[in-house]
């Protein structure tokens, strides 16, 4: 028992958050999803405008996750700390689950499980300032598929420091979105042209058996 205390206590002090206590040695997949800044209260200039987007998307997200995580796919949240350094992502979802929340509606679409993994980011990049990597490593992981909001900034910062580090990157195209269809289009291409990545829809999305989560031996 003191050993796995141990464990996740190490494991939360690296910013790596696991929320079942029993599984403290991370699971091995090929692929891992990544919803990026989907918990969010759309507090912010323009909002109305990524929502109207967002919330489609949301829904295809939902059904995506679903899918992945039966076929053994870990489910990881990379999410904005709000820009507060002493973010709690749980508080962060209760905060966007209140009924006055513009982004309600996604929250209570995309609420985390209780086998998800989560990183708070305090910039625009999943990679950047977080312990993403260390988590992947653990993780095993050779392909990414992105989701989330929006796709023209923290998805394509996202996509650009994944293909940096040698990562495969899948981009379902409606499961992300921005606040135009033109953003949208114009960031899609150029994630497919430049960072190698395979945009498909969401339902052309097939995860080979090998893909799957293995689990490691505690």
């Known amino acids: 028992m003191c050993r796995g205390i141990t464990s ?42 990524l929502l109207r987007h967002a919330l489609p998307a ?7 996750k679903s899918r992945l995580t039966v076929q ?4 990881i949240y ?8 002493r973010s709690d992502f749980e508080k962060q979802v209760e905060h966007c689950l209140k009924a006055n929340a513009s982004g309600r509606a996604i929250t209570e679409l995309l609420r985390p499980g209780p086998d998800d993994y989560f990183i708070l980011k305090p910039k625009h990049s999943g990679f950047y300032s977080t312990t993403l990597d260390v988590l992947l ?8 598929v992105i989701t989330g909001f929006a796709t023209d900034i923290c998805v394509l910062f996202t996509a650009n420091d994944a293909y ?22 114009c960031a899609l291409n150029q994630m ?21 989560r293995k689990h490691r031996k505690t």
């Open 137 to 144: 490593e653990h993780l095993r992981v050779k392909k990414i």
């Open 72 to 75: 053994g796919v870990p489910v």
């Open 164 to 185: 940096m580090r040698g990562l495969g990157i899948i981009v379902p195209l409606d499961c992300v979105a921005s606040e135009s269809p033109e953003a949208n289009s």
């Open 8 to 49: 996740l206590a190490l494991y939360r002090s690296m910013g790596v958050h696991i929320s079942k206590p029993g599984r403290i040695a991370p699971d091995q997949s090929s692929l891992a999803l990544l919803l990026i800044d989907v918990i969010n209260d759309f507090a912010f200039p323009e909002a109305s405008k």
């Open 78 to 85: 990379v999410n904005d700390n709000f820009g507060r350094w």
């Open 192 to 212: 497919k042209r430049l960072l190698k990545a395979q945009i498909l829809r969401s339902s052309a999305l097939w995860v080979p058996e090998s893909s799957g």
């Open 58 to 64: 949301a829904r295809k997200i939902a059904s995506l």
